[in-house]
């Protein structure tokens, strides 16, 4: 493994704004259906980690975050041995699989403040902590929520 700090230069060969041809009008097939597609992104089938955008500055900084974290596990794997990365990946884990939290109480695709801790992004403020992209999408009661969840 390297002690790379700047991540690889892979830019894409092409960029587009349209989303992918799941949700695009069979009559004019350049244009978004927003009756198919909905107005915003469902907040249930979402992951996390999936962009909104993919705008190739939006991939540079992923890769950007991702080349950080890789050195620093790097650097914790020479200085204090293997334990450590496993210890605080193994603690990460945890933190993002263990609660659960209704999305009308701040949770689904928002980074709770265990992991935020973790990761060291406890005192920064980004604009996807103000602006979570829930607004546009549906409006789901805790019930409704609940009955999802196990299913009912």
Known sequence: M????????????????QPSRAHVAPS???LHDTLRAGVGANPL????????????????????????????M??????YGIAEPVRRG???K?????TWKPLCLGGGST????EEILTGRDG???????????????NISVHEEIERKVKM
Request: proline share 8%; charged share 25%.
């Open 45 to 72: 089938t979402t992951p996390a980690t999936q962009a909104i955008s993919a705008h190739p500055l939006e991939a540079r900084l992923k890769q950007w975050e991702a080349t950080r974290e890789q050195l620093k």
């Open 2 to 17: 390297s002690l790379r700090i700047v991540p690889e230069a892979n830019p894409s060969s092409s960029f587009t704004h």
């Open 111 to 114: 980074p709770s403040i265990h």
């Open 74 to 79: 790097e650097t914790l794997r020479r200085t």
């Open 90 to 92: 193994m603690e990460l």
């Open 94 to 98: 945890i933190t993002r699989e263990g």
């Open 28 to 30: 004019a097939p350049g």
């Open 124 to 138: 920064i403020i980004e604009w996807e902590d103000v602006f979570t992209g829930e607004e546009n999408g549906a």
